[in-house]
DNA sequence: ACGCAATTTGTGCTCGGGAACGCATAGAAT
DNA sequence: ATTCTATGCGTTCCCGAGCACAAATTGCGT
């Protein structure tokens, strides 16, 4: 009410100008004289004008339509959390005219992300949202993107050369070396880990691969190194999936297993419950219904957070901030790493979103 | 552009009346004839009108100033944090006309918040955010508040009696369980345990007996209870504190020690690193600076994080979401409970407020 | 000195919602 | 019958930034 913000017309009175003048001068589009621009700048210097966002964004307040582009959400309870998150930040932005479009893709096959990718491109969007698990495929579509000035957000993995306006996700290497801690803790006589990477092409697995550099490192730099650490690439639609499961499980000295996907998670999981295993610790990935289930019972041990949900929100939000308010998103936007327990799972899925 | 949304002018084009008629129907401020009335309601049935958030905010931008109310930051890197997040959020905010002024009272002198409630209350601001540490000269301060139809937040501490718009903090109740669970993890021989409330009043210690009730609840629920659970109250300030402290270490059969406060965290875990104890787990509350160099050497095995950072911070936009915006608040946002160790510490350090 | 073009500067409208204002009409009070 | 009041309803301006366009000024050449 009473000491006002500073607006454009004030500065425009100090400086002696017309608000065109100091407009063109806050944005730099020249066709201003020395003298004026000599005004201009020493009042602004003297002052700090805050634009007033809410202003400069009503003129341009039209629809923003929002694609993301994600695996589908039927197959898998990590992207239908992720999608859960969009439709959590949909509801968040509509009031300001953002609209948003989902487009799932086959999260195993190539062409299906193309042909998606392609059908968002033709669409074209004010901004894109998407999980690049395709490396080669997105850098392509990432450089149309870029021709036709439509700005994109990554989460999940991430690929820094194809410079998005941000990134949101976890930093992988350490998320792994987390993993190992949560191994060893109170468990130092030794024997061998598992570290399992389920049902995954080699595609879109360099961020598992992290996990599991990551989950060794730990190991490395305690020297006594009292673990052998053993991989196991599994594909539960194969034939011999179960028999070489079972094998792995029935080793005796087996001491823990970590999972490098919240879906290889439940998998392995179920399969302990099954056999009534548990003295082996088992440590996964996120907090999809499944491995709820298993954590409650104790199957599962810990679980690592990836909070899809959230990574799609704040993606969304990052987005519109830039396309509404001109705010420039954070380059990258890593989630704390997330320890899941029994006793704490409860107070995550009551949270809020933000 | 194309599609655009549906504005005050559609509506009232639709029902055949004036914008002004719509407005006064929207906001229910009589003057309107039935006639009109049911024109305009058969179109808001029909369509899905959703105020443009921005227009509105727009006519009443002026400034809006925010009292916070806080224990000083000097005496406590618990407090210091919780007053970063408020010079965050107020950079969050202050494009859009919020400014926030920090009132710092003494955290064990009622004397000093009535005094400084006062002086906010004097202040006659928008809003208000506080950790009511004292109950009841809380009450009385919301009482004001109330009667003046000023708006407060709450957090850390909560007051439900006192009705405040939102209250941000944790389940203090399950933190004491997870803190408890943590303990257990891994170290099922048993022994002796020791719940510690350091350097508090019993004025704002309500929650802290909710974490020693959460963890004395978590080995109840495991009926092979091999632990013996004793609690120590003790004051730094106090002449016998180094030997009452020195009698509980020394204790050969102690295994593990549960600390309610950031602060206490810090204290216990010097004496633990100056007596080169390494073989005690300990537990406590938040990642401030001390606690921070405990962890990375050891001394302290996990920390539970309050986040005092994110409360406030979060405290703030709510507060301003609701000023501005006119969102309603959550009435309670409760903090999932962060399990804060060597290995995940950083990526919290590193994380950006939401 | 004049004309014309190039540059500089100012004006005014837009965005959408909020609300004061003022006009018109009907009914009541004098 | 005339004044007064209450009610209904449309118009208009405001909020502050952005931007198009018109107006004003300068500069240059003849």
Redesign the pocket.
Known sequence: MNP?????????RLA??????V??V??K?????????QKVMKVLEEID??????????????NHRIIALLPSASSDAYWAQTEEGIREAEMEWSPYGVSIKVLSFDQYNKESFKEKANEAFEDKPDGIITAPIFYHEALLFFELLKNAGIPYVLFNTHIPEGKPLSFIGTDTFNSGKVGAELMYLGQHEGGKLAVMHLDEDINNSVHLLDKERGFREYFKNRNTLPFKISEFSLQPDKPDFEARLNRVLNDPELKGIFVSTSKGTSVVASYLAKKGKNNVRLIGYDIIDENLKHLRTGIIDFLINQNPKRQAFLGISHLVNYLIF?KKAPETDLFPLEVITQQNVDSYLNSRLH
Not at 29 to 37: F, K, P, Y
């Open positions: 006002r913000n500073i607006r454009i017309k004030d500065i425009a002696g100008v017309s608000k065109g003048t407009d063109r806050l944005h589009r020249g066709r201003v004289s020395q003298e004026s621009l004008y805050k634009p007033n966002l809410i202003a400069r964004t009503l003129s341009s307040s039209k001109k």
